[in-house]
């Protein structure tokens, strides 16, 4: 079988997720690490929303929609918890693991198929 190729700024970009969320679930995290979160998440939905227009994606609606709806939820969920005990750190760390589950392994990976296939990469 053909191995398929990555896009590879899109693939690094999503494992510094997997290692933030390691880091969100550790007793001692240090607190910048959701400064982190915040700036990463700010970061890697620019680069991919660029794409899109730059593509003219046909989904790009839906999935800056998308996009959205993780920055509400990030700030509801920052908001409701001035505190970042463990029982925070165990709701964010499940809200991020969801997000890689659907979205990444989702309409990310429609997205990089059709990056793929553009010469825009
Ligand atoms: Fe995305
Ligand atoms: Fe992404």
Avoid: C
């Amino acid at each position: 079988m053909k191995k398929t190729s990555e896009l590879i700024w899109q693939d690094k970009q999503h494992q510094v997720l997997f290692e933030l969320i390691d880091q969100i679930k550790t007793a001692e995290v240090d607190e910048s690490v959701f400064r982190r979160l915040y700036d990463y998440a700010e970061n890697h939905f620019t680069v991919e929303e660029e794409y899109m227009k730059q593509l003219n994606y046909p989904s790009l609606a839906q999935h800056i929609q998308a996009h959205n709806r993780f920055r509400d939820e990030l700030d509801d969920m920052m908001e409701a918890h001035p505190h970042y005990d463990s029982h925070f750190r165990q709701a964010l760390a499940e809200f991020l693991s969801n997000w890689l589950t659907s979205h990444i392994y989702g309409i990310d990976k429609k997205l990089e198929a059709f990056i793929l296939k553009s010469t825009y990469k």
